[in-house]
Structure formats: C-alpha cells, structure tokens
C-alpha cells in the first residue's frame, strides 16, 4: 500500500499563510447594505454638523437614489460602486462624495473642483440618527420659529436687508427658505429645541446650514454655506411675503427694439439658433439657466407644463443652459440627466460656461442687470421681449411659488393670444 505524500515544512508554511490571508480578506470584506435611507452629517465651517439623509439602492444595476429634505427627493445622477468604495458624481456642479463603507458607516469627502477645490468631510449610514445629535427629552419652544421675516445680515460695510426668511412647522420639524432677489435658497429642513433651531439643506451641491436663537425677542443667526464663514443676521418679523424682494437691480433689454440673439447646442449635437425657422411667428419664452441652479430645478416642471399647454398654440420654449464645465460633451451630458429628470421635451441647449467673457458676449451684450439664474425673457410673435423675469421662487416658498405660477401662465396667454 502506498502511503500519502507529506507535505515540507517550507510547503506547510506557504499553505498557512495562503488560508490565513483567504480569512483575512474575507473577513475585511463586508457587503454592502440593501435599499435603505442614510443619515449623517458633513463638517461645515467652524465644525459645524450639517445633517445629511438620502436614499440609495446599492444592489440596483445601475446603483439609484436621491437626496432627501423634508418631502423633496433630488435624483442622484450617478452612483459608482468599486469594492468598499461608494462615489456619488454631480457632474452638473462638477462635484462629488466619494469615501469607503467599513461595514457600518460611509465615510469620506465631499469634494466640489474648481481652482480651488473644496473639501469638506462627511460620514453616513443606513439607519435612523439624531440629525442634531442630542439625547434626551426635548425641551418645549416658548416661542415657535413660524412666520415671515426680514433678514438683516452684518456686513462690515453696513446692513443688508433685502433678502426674505419664511418659516413653518409641521410636527417637530422646522421647515423655511430664505429669499433674495435672485429666487429663494431652497427648502431647508430641521428642528427646534427650546430657543434654538437648526435647519439645513444638502442636495449634492447646495451644503446650507442655519443656526438661530432667540435672544431679546429677536431670532439671531448664523448661516453657514460650504466651507465659507459663516454670515451673521438677525430676523425682524413682517406680516407678509413681499412679491418682489426689495432690490435696486432690474434686468432689462438694453435695445428694446431688437430681438434677443441666442445660439447652442442641442442635447443631440444640433446647432440651434434665434434665427431658425421654428420660431418663426411663434411666441417664444427663453429661459437662461444652468443645470446647477437649484431654482432652475424649480422653474423646469413649470415651464415644461407651459409647454405642454401652450405649444399647440405657438409657443415654443428654449432653455439656454450655461454650465461650470466648458466641455460641450460634459454639458450635453448634464443637459440630458437635466431633462430626463423632469420629463422636459423642449429643447435645452448647451451655451458655453460660465465664464465671464462668455455670458458677457451671449447676454450681458444684449442684457442691462443680467446677474439672476433663472432669468425668463417672454418674447412675442413678432421677436420683441415683452418681459424678462429675473430669479424663481420655488415650493419651499408657500405662497410665493403659486404667484410665480399664476404670473408665468399670465404672461404665457398674452404671448399667444
């Protein structure tokens, strides 16, 4: 009988160490958790939380989900999965959130690129967390955060007061936007406790936080954007959103007399111009947008409505959108995920970037106080700009958002009519 073979000394040794690395790796490796919400937060200036909640669906092909504030879910445009490496891309704010899953929390940065790329670091996990990160009972607010106010930000050259704040409440959750002349900040969500609120708002490229306290009958704050320092302000109550927020700026054709010039580049790669045939003896409305602008967001499904309503009665619709990027595929791109997102079928088109000499040749050229995105120009069926609305103010705004509807299907009839 032949007897087995056995193994070398120097043969065991490699066999050891083969199974124990199989059991190392094996056991750093952990699974990626199923479709669920996330919570955390991201470091802001001066160590400030910002509290984060999204959806992911991980196990999608491709990977899914949307960032969440209150009852407002944005699309994540893209989720890239490489071992334990989770990247979110904003391609639109050429931006990112990249960072490894260790089994139980996500951590990594937030990065947005420009010359100076900003940095800010976050964790999250999927499973229900403080957003404030206190224990305990909470303490009962003597004075609700709810109305309408006037901010007044500390400038070191003086008072700013023409932005707008709104706040409401809806069970233990702080809801509010501020307003400026240019639209509103976007909803923003969080909470009170006692004579503080914190409220926030994180979509992928906007990272807002506001931090109030009632002292001498005043709310007193703070608002912190990205990695900036934050801005001082105090709330003085009014009885009434303003329809337009005071401002000395008003956008305006510098040659009324002439039509409004524009030119892009279509989602499929046409050359679109003001000159086509399509426009001609149709009433046109031209918005001047970006797909990184959060009340751009806001003002599509509106326009798209229009559309739908008014096209059969010559009006026709053009987003003329200028990007951060100033590569025409990257922004054909953002103009797709753009349009897909809010079942948009007018034509959107790719105008250069946002540099200053672009947007001076293609609007300021033709355009007295451009500084707003969105900016509407409503131009009639013989090429003459009827009006041009500067800024949006969306739903986080209440009854603002319903007077820009009504004004925008106002202005809509008289083109077509």
Known sequence: MKTAPTMTSSAMNKFLLSV????????CQTRLPDESDWTGSMTLADDRKLPLRFHLDLNADPPTGSFIVADEHTLIPEIR??????TILISEYQA????????????????????????LAFSAR????SSTGEAGEKPPAAVRLAGTFRVYYHDPDGIDSSTVAKFWTRGDSVLGTFIDPSGDHGLMAGVQRGDSAWLGR???????????????????????????????????????LPTKISDGRRTRMKEPRKPFRFEGISVNGDTIQSTNSMFSGKAVIVDIMGT?????????????QLYEEFNPQGL???????????????????????KKRHGITFPLLYAGNLDQNNV?????????????YPTTLFIDRMGRVRDIHWGFKGPGTGDGYQQEIELFYELARELVH
């Open 20 to 27: 124990l690395s199989m059991v190392f790796l094996f056991g």
């Open 81 to 86: 999965i490489s071992g334990d490496s989770i």
């Open 96 to 119: 990112e959130m990249t960072g490894l899953w260790d089994g139980k929390e996500w951590t990594g940065h937030f990065l947005r690129y420009r010359r100076d790329t900003v940095r």
């Open 126 to 129: 999927p499973e229900p967390q």
């Open 202 to 240: 994180f979509i992928g490229w906007q990272a807002n936080l506001i931090e109030l306290k009632l002292e001498e009958g005043l709310w007193k704050g703070k608002y912190y954007s990205r990695q900036f320092a934050p801005e001082i302000f105090t709330l003085v109550p009014r009885p009434s």
């Open 292 to 304: 990184w602008c959060h009340n751009c967001l806001d003002e599509a499904p509106l326009l798209q």
């Open 316 to 338: 026709e619709i053009i987003g003329l959108s200028f990007e951060v990027t100033d590569d025409p595929e990257l922004g054909r791109k953002n103009l797709a995920i753009y």
């Open 360 to 372: 001076e040749t293609r609007i300021r050229s033709q355009i007295e106080d451009f500084f707003a």
